[in-house]
């Protein structure tokens, strides 16, 4: 089979298009046939090699990429209830696999993996995964009624805009001024743009701050400002993690994947309380041109490869 590998971590000039065996999957595990699976900023990290650089894991010869995969079940291990043609998503959360999602077979526990949404093409399916999770495991430890997310019109912020709203919340999002259009759409009750002084734009419309923040754009300190005392901020990684000023609980997330959270954001998907975005779709084989525009930046939505 063909799968996407980086060796050299030199970003996205280096990834390798390479020959290798279709992966077998063992007890508790399954083999999924990819229909689709997008590229995340984090699989251009890898790339880069960011996880090395930074202690998540340790050198080694490859590092497959890719994190969200869409397809169907191809084979199954001893002890699995999915059924083989099952048509599923799932998410590779293991930063140190030699072979990963951008591929056409991979293998992964059955509890990173749950049904696709009934309803939704697989490419589309293939989008929400790894920032959805993030978005809804973010907001589960962000308590009250109020909340700042930041970096609204990405991936993860996107998101947690939309499932805050669906949660009930008043949600005061920030992102460049060209994004207001779209964060509105997607929920938000108020925008702020993306400034140097953050805290005192989001004190404008919650003067006694915010109960927490959703942090996707790592602004940190900035972020934790518009927070009130003994609220709480939720700081994805990738950033220095702040300090816990005025009594406020700081939590740095790294998503963890979970068959009841991926089921539950299927059903979200299916309902259409949180959406699908695909921004373009590549052939495996030009996967180097999709990892080039991502890191050119600007993309909203998901550019997705198809094996």
């Not at 996107?158 to 709203?165: C, F, P, S, T």
């Not at 972020?223 to 993690?241: K, M, T």
């Not at 590549?282 to 525009?293: F, T």
């Amino acid at each position: 089979m063909r799968a996407l590998v980086a060796r050299r971590l030199e970003g996205p000039e280096a990834i390798e298009l390479i020959e290798t065996d279709v992966p077998e999957p063992a007890a508790g595990q399954v083999r999924i046939k990819v229909a689709a699976a997008a590229v995340n900023p984090v699989d251009l990290a890898v790339a880069s090699g960011a996880p090395v650089e930074f202690g998540l894991t340790a050198p080694r010869e490859q590092f497959g990429l890719g994190w969200d995969v869409a397809g169907h079940v191809d084979a199954v291990g001893s002890g699995v209830e999915l059924q083989v043609g099952t048509p599923v998503v799932g998410v590779a959360d293991l930063l140190a696999q030699t072979l990963k999602t951008h591929a056409e077979y991979v293998v992964l526990d059955e509890d990173t993996v749950t049904r696709a949404p009934d309803g939704v093409e697989l490419v589309e399916a293939a989008t929400y995964g790894l920032n959805g999770l993030t978005a809804l495991q973010a907001l589960k430890a962000v308590q009250g009624e109020s909340v700042l997310v930041t970096g609204a019109a990405g991936g993860v912020g996107g998101y947690a805009v939309q499932l805050a709203k669906h949660l009930g919340k008043t949600v005061i999002a920030s992102a460049a001024a060209s994004d207001e259009e779209l964060v509105r759409r997607l929920g938000a009750d108020h925008f702020v743009e993306r400034t140097a002084d953050l805290a005192a734009a989001v004190r404008r419309i919650a003067p006694a701050g915010v109960d927490g923040a959703v942090d996707a754009a790592v602004a940190g300190i900035g972020a934790q400002e518009a927070v009130r005392n003994a609220g709480r901020h939720v700081h994805l990684q990738g950033g220095p993690r702040p300090p816990h000023l005025r009594g406020i609980t700081v939590e740095q997330l790294f998503v963890h994947v979970n068959r009841d959270d991926l089921a539950e954001l299927a059903r979200l998907v299916e309902t259409k309380v949180i959406s699908t975005r695909v921004a373009d779709t590549y052939e495996l084989s030009d996967a180097q041109q999709a990892y080039k525009r991502l890191a050119e930046g600007g993309v909203r939505g998901r550019l997705v490869l198809v094996p």
